[in-house]
């Protein structure tokens, strides 16, 4: 590129000489040019955390020229990072994670202005950090921040760029209610069972997957920013490393979601340590349960009719071979197709949901009726091991 900052019109936006030569295959791109590369210059854009899936994101973002890069994270750099968590090196174990982001952000492109927030990401200060930015991208790695974030980017309308791995499976999707999409409450209403579903610290990662998550994330801020092709808004990405494939499903905004649905109860942060703690809803004594193991065993045995409650999407990632699909919303109209003679065990993902519909089931009298303890996640994590998990 020879063309220098002069010959563009007036814009708030400016370059230097060393800046269009370093932004020069964008430039060149009749998809992006100079006004798209002031665009990413003008974007502002929040990772929060800077571990597995932040590092590869801020990376590219920072290389691609995003003008003001947010970084939230109030970890030290730990050796068991840096098997995935490329922008920290050998020599930065111990230092603040921070501290090693923005040198080396500043080595990958000095232009960009990096905001460091040494912090956790919660109730008190999310709701400034984010009004901030124009777009999050959540690298966290816990439920507790995923709700927050989700929550927040729903109600200040800002783009949250959702990511998430786990052994050699990983996922992505943009949740913007604004932009017609779902939010994260949409398809995840309650948080998993706490302990059913392992960390990376527990269960492991394959090193090389957070950079794919990662630089899917990144894309979709830059797609987003620019204004290039279609977004993940309402589409679940999933990647599976050992079958080397991606799968894509149809996610929709829920109209009764507690936070972007068409009549809000939760309009401000609330204690998401607590909601992510509880174990769900308050569970009726009286509602029979059966354990994974019990249900296996009754499986093994024959008779027994496996009532899934779930939604579509997640009925196709990953399901109990034999079970019959009926969505929680869908039970009250349709449970008269349901044998009364038969032993039915209904399952979700944590076992919340299909905690409502055994006692839905209850009160229409039917006798044998069971909620399978602790949903598919206490399956994938008890029984079947390679089962994928979301
Ligand atoms: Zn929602």
């Known amino acids: 590129m020879n063309r220098s900052p002069k010959d563009e019109p007036a814009s708030p936006v400016k370059f230097s000489q060393e800046e269009m030569q370093r932004y020069s295959r964008h430039l060149l791109m009749p998809e992006i040019t100079i006004e798209g590369q002031r665009r990413i210059k003008a974007a502002r854009v929040l990772c929060i955390g800077a571990g597995g899936l932040g590092s590869p994101s801020a990376l590219y973002l920072a290389a691609a020229g995003v003008g003001t890069l947010g970084l939230v994270d109030f970890d030290r750099v730990d050796l068991s990072n840096l098997q995935r968590q490329i922008l920290h090196g050998t020599s930065d174990v111990g230092r603040s994670k921070l501290d090693s982001a923005r040198d080396r952000l500043a080595q990958a492109n000095p232009n960009v202005k990096v905001s460091l927030h040494e912090a956790r990401f919660t109730s008190k200060n999310a ?27 729903v109600w200040a309308k800002k783009p949250n760029i959702y990511g998430s791995v786990f052994r050699f499976e990983g996922q992505a999707t943009v949740f913007a209610p604004h932009l017609r999409g779902p939010c994260y409450r949409c398809l995840f209403p309650e948080p998993p069972e706490p302990g059913t579903v392992p960390n ?64 809000p109860t939760i309009t401000e942060p609330i204690d998401y340590d607590a909601f992510c703690q509880a174990r769900g809803p308050v569970v009726q004594p009286r509602i029979p349960t059966v354990s994974v193991h019990d249900l296996k065993h009754k499986i093994d045995n024959g008779g027994v009719m496996v009532l899934d409650v779930r939604e579509p999407f997640e009925y196709d990632i990953a ?58 996640a206490a399956w994938a994590s008890e029984i079947d091991r390679d089962m994928t998990r979301y």
């Open 127 to 153: 709701q400034s950090l984010v009004n901030d930015y124009d777009i999050v991208v959540d690298g966290s790695d816990n439920f507790p921040t995923r709700y927050l974030s989700n929550d927040v980017c």
């Open 200 to 263: 990376c610290a527990e269960a492991g990662v394959l090193g090389v997957l957070p950079g794919v998550i990662g630089l899917i994330q990144a894309i979709e801020a830059i797609k987003l920013i620019v204004g290039l092709g279609d977004s993940l808004t309402g589409r679940l990405l999933y990647f599976d490393a050992l079958k080397m494939g991606f799968r894509e499903f149809a996610v929709r905004r829920d109209p009764a979601c507690p936070v972007c649905g068409d009549a």
């Open 319 to 376: 399901r109990i071979e034999g079970s019959t699909l009926m969505q929680l919303d869908e039970v009250p109209d349709r449970f008269g197709e349901l044998p009364r003679n038969r032993e039915i065990v209904l399952m979700c993902k944590s076992g919340a949901r299909s905690a409502k519909a055994t006692e839905f089931l209850i009160q229409q009298g039917f006798t044998s009726v069971f909620n399978l303890e602790g949903g598919i």
